[in-house]
Structure formats: structure tokens, C-alpha cells
């Protein structure tokens, strides 16, 4: 069975930094790209980051560019998305989904990706 499963979320005051986690099982990360959804109330979801690290791939939105950074671990069974200089835009549901092939260089849609996990919250407080 696949799981992706998110953690790390949580409450953080503007400027502040928070790292989040995707851990996989039933797949190897190096064969797919993992990419970092958001969901803030009342908008749609959207795609903030990818990597692919068979494909030698990644892309950020230019909302995050330059504070979000989204690397693989050593063990090679979990994502991190790395976040600074919050703001309270960022203010969402974050979910981590994966799927076979490379990053695009533009946002992709949601439907493209086949596995997600349930989301973690972050909150940033002015």
C-alpha cells in the first residue's frame, strides 16, 4: 500500500521559519517527483514546489521563491520543505503528493499527482 504522510505544521509568527516532512512507503521517492501543495480558505489548491531527483527536475512558485526549499533526507524515505521568512500569505493547508515522471517548469495541477497525503496546517500570525 502507498502512504504519504505530512508533518510539521503548526502555529509561527511572521518572519518566522518551520520545516515540513513527507514520508513515503510502498514507493522510492528517487523514482517520482514529490511535490508540496497549498490550500489557503477559500482558494484552490496550488503547487508550490517539486523535486525529482531521477529526472534532475524541480520547480517553486514565484510566491515562494527564495524562502521555500524543498531537499530529500539521507535515508532516502522522506521530503522536507523548508520554510523562511514567513508571511501570513502562507497561511494554509500544506500537502505532500507524489507521482512517476519529472517536474514541470510551470505550475502543475493537482490531478496530475496520484498520491497525497491528509495535510498538515500551518498558521503565521501577524
Known amino acids: 500500500e502507498v502512504q504519504v504522510v505530512e508533518s510539521g505544521g503548526g502555529l509561527v509568527q511572521a518572519g518566522g521559519s518551520m520545516r515540513l516532512s513527507c514520508a513515503a512507503s510502498?514507493?522510492?521517492?528517487?523514482?517520482?517527483?514529490i511535490a508540496w501543495f497549498r490550500q489557503a480558505p477559500g482558494k484552490e489548491r496550488e503547487e508550490v514546489s517539486c523535486?525529482?531527483?531521477?529526472?534532475?527536475?524541480?520547480y517553486y512558485a514565484d510566491s515562494v521563491k527564495g524562502r521555500f526549499t524543498s531537499y530529500s533526507g539521507n535515508a532516502k524515505d522522506t521530503v522536507y520543505l523548508q520554510m523562511n521568512s514567513l508571511i501570513p500569505e502562507d497561511t494554509a493547508v500544506y500537502y505532500c503528493?507524489?507521482?512517476?515522471?519529472?517536474?514541470?517548469?510551470?505550475?502543475?495541477?493537482?490531478?496530475?499527482?496520484?498520491?497525497w497525503g491528509q495535510g498538515t496546517r500551518v498558521t503565521v500570525s501577524s
Open positions: 503528493a507524489a507521482d512517476w515522471g519529472p517536474c514541470t517548469d510551470e505550475a502543475s495541477n493537482p490531478n496530475d499527482y496520484d498520491y
Open positions: 510502498g514507493f522510492t521517492f528517487d523514482d517520482y517527483a
Open positions: 523535486i525529482s531527483s531521477a529526472f534532475d527536475s524541480s
